[in-house]
């Protein structure tokens, strides 16, 4: 599913607001009546915001062709909403190296590492 709406996307939906963005993850329901379709886009809170915007124009459009093109019984509503893994990602792995400088973790081995590596 996540690769036919990045197909729509990247070819059939023709709104600007939605230029650049990837959609990141689907979670389907148990019942398959709901999708909640995750989102990433490279920009200040504005440009997640019209990106947000286009997806509520988009989403009956998107909703149809991907009935058409899964071949699916039951068509699922499409909930968007913005991937902030890689923001968290990020934020941890600054927390990590601001409490590794302070001391407050062990440092780490990279000659260990290395060999496991190998």
Known sequence: ???VLTELLRIEVNDPRLTGVTVSLV???ADRSKAKVYFSVIGDEE??????D?????????RRQLG?????????????????SYEYGD??????????ESGMLPPTDDSDRSKEDS
């Open 1 to 3: 599913m996540r690769s």
């Open 27 to 29: 979670r389907l329901s």
């Open 47 to 52: 440009r997640e915001r019209e990106a947000g």
């Open 54 to 62: 286009g997806f509520s124009a988009a989403s009956a459009f998107m």
């Open 68 to 84: 058409t093109k899964m071949r699916l019984r039951v068509l699922p509503s499409l909930e968007f909403f913005r991937d902030t």
């Open 91 to 100: 934020r941890m792995e600054r927390l990590f190296d601001r409490l590794s």
